[in-house]
């Protein structure tokens, strides 16, 4: 599947803004918000259409209509929640799930301290968090939902490093990844460069 990295000059923008470490966390979980709303223009851009007849106030005309295209925002805990809001703002049906999880400092197994997912498992999984890091988090996430019976999954980040992204692609080539940027690489303690610090800790203020 494909790598799509969304540079429309607006998010562009509002990125550059986030990315200032005097932004304060209003404006920062504001901007994430919109920037999630434009980016899920183009994660949506090929839902299908069918067409209804309706009445204008001038003509009856066939009108181009969803069809049917049931979708699931889930995000990792917790900077993912950051993310709903933008989306749920432009697919406001949408259900939400859950996905939190870390990772056992004795076997490296990632372990679910919270997973709660609608039981339909036709609907399209959009798996949100803001960074794409090494990338074990999302595929940990996207393991999960494959396992559980979840076949259309797409994963919606703000910033990721390569390695992430490589990860991503080499255990799910089946997963299109979207993004805002694509950035330089990790440092000693994979933090993404240049990046924007800890995604949470900026959207919560807990830095």
Same mark, same amino acid.
Not at 46 to 70: C, H, V, W
Not at 129 to 155: E, F, V
């Given at each position: 599947m494909a790598l799509h990295?969304?540079?429309?000059?607006?998010?562009?923008?509002?990125?550059?803004?986030m990315r200032n470490k005097e932004t304060s966390t209003m404006m920062f979980r504001e901007l994430l918000k919109?920037?999630?709303?434009?980016?899920?223009?183009?994660?949506?851009?090929?839902?299908?259409?069918e067409y209804e007849e309706i009445e204008t106030p001038l003509q009856r005309m066939n009108a @181009?209509?969803?069809?049917?295209?049931?979708?699931?925002?889930? %995000?990792?805990l917790r900077?993912? =929640?950051?993310?709903? $809001?933008?989306?749920?703002?432009?697919?406001?049906s949408a259900r939400v799930g859950h996905i939190g999880m870390y990772r056992d400092e004795v076997t490296c197994e990632p372990v679910f301290y919270y997973y709660k997912m609608p039981e339909n498992k036709d609907r399209l999984v959009i798996v949100t968090?803001?960074?794409?890091?090494?990338?074990?988090?999302?595929?940990?996430?996207?393991?999960?939902?494959k396992r559980d019976g979840y076949t259309s999954i797409r994963l919606m980040c703000l910033?990721?490093? @390569?390695?992430?992204?490589?990860?991503?692609?080499e255990r799910h %080539?089946?997963?299109?990844?979207? =993004?805002?940027?694509? $950035?330089?690489g990790l440092n000693e303690r994979n933090y993404i460069l240049p990046g924007l610090g800890d995604a949470?800790?900026?959207?919560f203020g807990t830095r």
């Amino acid at each position: 599947m494909a790598l799509h990295i969304i540079n429309h000059p607006l998010v562009q923008h509002k990125l550059s803004i986030m990315r200032n470490k005097e932004t304060s966390t209003m404006m920062f979980r504001e901007l994430l918000k919109e920037i999630s709303l434009f980016m899920g223009y183009e994660i949506t851009r090929d839902f299908p259409l069918e067409y209804e007849e309706i009445e204008t106030p001038l003509q009856r005309m066939n009108a @181009p209509t969803l069809s049917g295209k049931k979708v699931v925002i889930a %995000p990792i805990l917790r900077a993912g =929640l950051g993310m709903v $809001d933008g989306l749920l703002a432009l697919i406001p049906s949408a259900r939400v799930g859950h996905i939190g999880m870390y990772r056992d400092e004795v076997t490296c197994e990632p372990v679910f301290y919270y997973y709660k997912m609608p039981e339909n498992k036709d609907r399209l999984v959009i798996v949100t968090d803001p960074m794409l890091a090494t990338g074990g988090s999302a595929c940990d996430a996207i393991a999960r939902l494959k396992r559980d019976g979840y076949t259309s999954i797409r994963l919606m980040c703000l910033v990721a490093a @390569p390695q992430g992204v490589k990860a991503v692609q080499e255990r799910h %080539p089946d997963v299109d990844i979207y =993004l805002a940027a694509l $950035d330089e690489g990790l440092n000693e303690r994979n933090y993404i460069l240049p990046g924007l610090g800890d995604a949470g800790d900026r959207i919560f203020g807990t830095r």
